[in-house]
């Protein structure tokens, strides 16, 4: 995976899928309405792409799985870094 973050491109509205699981994931309000995005992850052959929406929680991300190929959201993860890798606290 490569970040691509700060590279501009053509992309996929990813936000009425967000508003959609929204609940579920308990994102926080600022988020949607700012449509915020922390990190953009690229597959190696340029047909993923992994949007990394913040979950209000440190190190916790929805993460949003979007088919370059086919122009649509392919599905979504909960990464919580935090319980992954036994993180635990705010940054120092």
């Known amino acids: 995976m490569s ?3 700060q590279q501009p491109g053509g992309c996929v509205d990813i936000w009425p899928y967000v508003r959609m699981v929204q609940q ?3 994102l926080p309000q600022r988020v949607i309405d ?4 922390e990190y953009v992850y690229r597959s190696q052959f ?3 792409d992994h949007v990394l929406v913040p979950a209000g ?18 599905g979504h993860h909960v990464l919580d870094l935090n319980a992954e890798y036994g993180l635990t606290g705010a940054p120092t």
């Open 46 to 48: 340029n047909h993923y």
């Open 3 to 5: 970040n691509v973050t």
């Open 34 to 37: 700012g449509q915020f995005v």
């Open 24 to 26: 579920s994931v308990e």
């Open 57 to 74: 929680r440190h190190n916790v991300f929805l993460v949003i799985v979007v088919d370059r190929v086919h122009g649509s959201v392919y």
